[in-house]
């Protein structure tokens, strides 16, 4: 079957065209992912190809980030180059969300800790586990990676916490970690852990506000749900 190329559509079909003509909201998530791509394979047009890759992730852009460099270059047509721009183009989209949450700004609720960390969750397929440093206004002083882990768990090592939480000046800390199988259920391990940081930052005085556990759409408060 002859490759069939953008060129030949109908203008109005084509999608930077179409991105001229109408607008970036009148292209689908197909149409956008062909213009990263600029073409398909022997049997397959640009949109035809972007339509299979995305169907593969259940037509969602969220699960479509999750994929590694490897795993889109097992389509036909898409070489390392193409999945770099694809890979690329979710990573710029995840730091413009960290961006929106960058300035300093008060935490007064669990809904606010969320709002600050959403971003470094999002698409994770992996675990992480990061800290919010606030001084004493509550306002964020700085966000930190802790450690990155695997499917099941990531070790969080609080000499590390407290560490970055001394050199910073902060007067109080939020945990958070990320669970990607969706689950909010705290482990026996997260409340385990909570606990002795707890304790331990009461022995400098140095307060753990929160420990909030991320999933791609929501979370769970350990200070909501009673559990610090």
């Known amino acids: 079957m002859n490759q069939i190329s953008i060129k030949s559509w109908a ?35 640009a949109v035809q190809l972007s339509k299979l890759i995305l169907a593969k992730a259940e037509n969602s852009l969220t699960n479509l980030s999750k994929f590694s460099l490897e795993q889109l270059m097992e389509f036909k047509g898409i070489g390392q180059a193409k999945a770099i721009s694809i890979f690329a183009s979710m990573e710029i989209a995840r730091r413009r969300d960290s961006a929106k949450g960058s300035k300093k700004f008060k935490i007064t609720s669990s809904q606010d800790a969320y709002n600050s960390l959403r971003a470094e969750f999002f698409d994770l397929p992996h675990e992480e586990f990061y800290v919010l440093l606030l001084n004493r206004a509550n306002e964020v002083i700085s966000k930190q990676q802790i450690s990155r882990g695997g499917i099941s768990g990531t070790v969080s090592d609080g000499k590390i916490i ?62 909501d749900e009673g559990l610090m």
């Open 11 to 45: 203008e109005d079909d084509r999608p930077r065209e179409k991105m001229i003509l109408k607008g970036r909201s009148a292209l689908s998530d197909a149409e956008l992912i062909a213009i990263l791509i600029g073409s398909g394979s022997r049997e397959l047009s």
């Open 162 to 223: 407290f560490s970055y939480a001394l050199e910073k000046k902060a007067s109080a800390i939020i945990l958070a970690h990320n669970h990607p199988s969706g689950r909010l259920t705290p482990s026996d391990m997260d409340k385990r852990l909570t606990k002795e940081l707890i304790n331990f930052g009461k022995m400098i005085q140095l307060q753990i506000l929160d420990h909030l556990i991320f999933s791609d759409n929501n979370y769970l408060s350990f200070a």
